[in-house]
């Protein structure tokens, strides 16, 4: 019986027609074809993958999986419901999963080695945002029971150092000198190495994003309002622009003034920024499915990877379908190495 099938023991790649059809509508089942030649490379018939370059986690198939730059899977890690991921730098992933399967339960900070080796577990409150440092440590976002939030940096050895406490923080970001906090005020604060507090004036209706932005100690945020802002080392904005869409998440072009700002509600996204100190345009890709992305990453040179529930969708500098990687049961996140 059809219903005897257990699909959680299927690789990425598997059944990949059926699910982009299903999932994302013809369109995306063409864009993602290229995952058909990715998934015969996941399994070693052509060659062997590079070095994990993207994080991915896989709510539906309890799984989390390291990816090479060509969106074949190198690493595959067994975790149950995990709900947002981090690198950790050469020590290797930072998951959240949920402690009993539904995302609004307290959860679990899990990091795991390339090998799948579960180094640390830490019970955390709610988490509402994760991202790391450039040392491999943790940072993270949590919410209370009485909807209390606290900012975290968690070592790979389990110390817990709280940056800050407010019931209005959405947002976390390692910037090169600092570490930058959000608030649904619109609020930008910096939290400097030697404790130093920073609070600047209120840049937008409400952070939903923040990112590391491309110069020292700069920081890409995205407001409620339809705007993303570059600001730079000194609280100064750098550039500003109107997304032009219902934006919630922000990918940044790795070195780059660009960024990719991705639609909550619908499968729409758009990259935005600068070139040489010149105004981009806006280069917009609404072809790659019927369903919104859960998450994106900018990758070098301009192009972006979506993930959809079914399939990481690649798309190159230009807009243009590239190969991904499809079969995956329900990605929820997705972060660089």
């Given at each position: 019986m059809a219903g005897e099938h257990d699909a959680s023991t299927d690789s990425p790649g598997d059944n990949l027609a059926w699910r982009s059809l299903v999932l994302f509508g013809v369109g995306a089942a063409l864009a993602a074809l290229g995952s058909l030649v990715s998934g015969s490379l996941l399994e070693g018939r052509l060659q062997s993958p590079g070095p994990v370059t993207v994080w991915a986690a896989d709510r539906g198939a309890s799984r989390v999986y390291g990816l090479d730059a060509n969106c074949i899977v190198a690493r595959a890690i067994d975790v149950s419901s995990p709900l947002r991921v981090a690198s950790a730098g050469a020590r290797g992933v930072w998951i959240v999963r949920a402690r009993d399967a539904h995302a609004r339960s307290a959860h679990d900070l899990v990091l795991a080695s390339d090998e799948g080796r579960v180094e640390l577990e830490l019970e955390i409150e709610q988490c509402i945002d994760l991202s790391s440092t450039r040392a491999g440590d943790a940072l993270c976002v949590t919410r209370d029971d009485v909807g209390r939030r606290r900012a975290w940096r968690i070592s790979h050895d389990g110390d817990r150092e709280a940056l800050g406490e407010a019931g209005d923080l959405t947002a976390i970001a390692d910037l090169s000198g600092s570490i930058a906090l959000g608030t649904s005020r619109g609020e930008l604060l910096r939290i400097y190495m030697d404790g130093r507090e920073r609070s600047c004036a209120v840049l937008a209706r409400s952070i939903v994003d923040?990112?590391?932005?491309?110069?020292?100690?700069?920081?890409?945020?995205?407001?409620?309002?339809?705007?993303?802002?570059?600001?730079?080392?000194?609280?100064?904005?750098?550039?500003?622009?109107?997304?032009?869409?219902?934006?919630?998440?922000i990918a940044p072009i790795p070195s780059a003034e660009l960024v990719w700002v991705t639609e909550s509600h619908t499968p729409r996204a758009r990259r935005l920024g600068r070139i040489d100190g010149r105004n981009a345009g806006g280069l917009e890709c609404s072809d790659f499915g019927t369903i919104a992305a859960e998450r994106a990453v900018g990758l070098p040179g301009g192009g972006v990877l979506f993930a959809l529930p079914g399939a990481l969708v690649h798309r190159d500098e230009r807009g243009r379908p590239s190969p991904g990687q499809g079969g995956f049961h329900t990605l929820v996140d997705v972060a660089p190495r």
């Open positions: 923040l990112a590391a932005g491309p110069h020292a100690d700069s920081v890409w945020v995205l407001d409620s309002g339809r705007e993303v802002f570059l600001i730079d080392a000194h609280d100064r904005v750098v550039w500003r622009s109107a997304t032009g869409i219902d934006a919630r998440t």
